[in-house]
């Protein structure tokens, strides 16, 4: 099955919520491995998960289409 690339919009909305969703996650998890009050490590160790694999595919995404447009020929 072929599908069409992200494009940079795409890709810079992935990075974008890989950093709103991970970082928190990331603070809280933290948090909750020093002792402190974790109400749910389970929601908190999804929100690390689906941050990173949006942050990890965004800068892939962003690397794709940064190594397309140096390669593309110029249109004249």
């Keep these: 099955m072929l ?3 992200l494009s ?3 890709s810079l909305m992935l990075l ?3 950093v709103l969703v991970g970082y928190p996650s990331l603070m809280a998890a933290g948090h909750c491995a020093w002792g402190g009050n ?6 908190v ?11 990890i595919s ?8 940064a190594v ?3 390669i593309a ?3 004249r």
Excluded: E, N
């Design 3 to 5: 599908r069409k690339p």
């Design 8 to 10: 940079l919009r795409q």
């Design 16 to 18: 974008g919520v890989g």
């Design 38 to 43: 974790c109400p749910s490590p389970r929601l």
């Design 45 to 55: 160790m999804a929100g690390v998960f689906i941050g990173a694999i949006s942050f």
């Design 58 to 65: 965004g800068l892939i995404a962003l690397l794709i289409v």
């Design 68 to 70: 397309k447009s140096v």
């Design 73 to 75: 020929k110029p249109s």
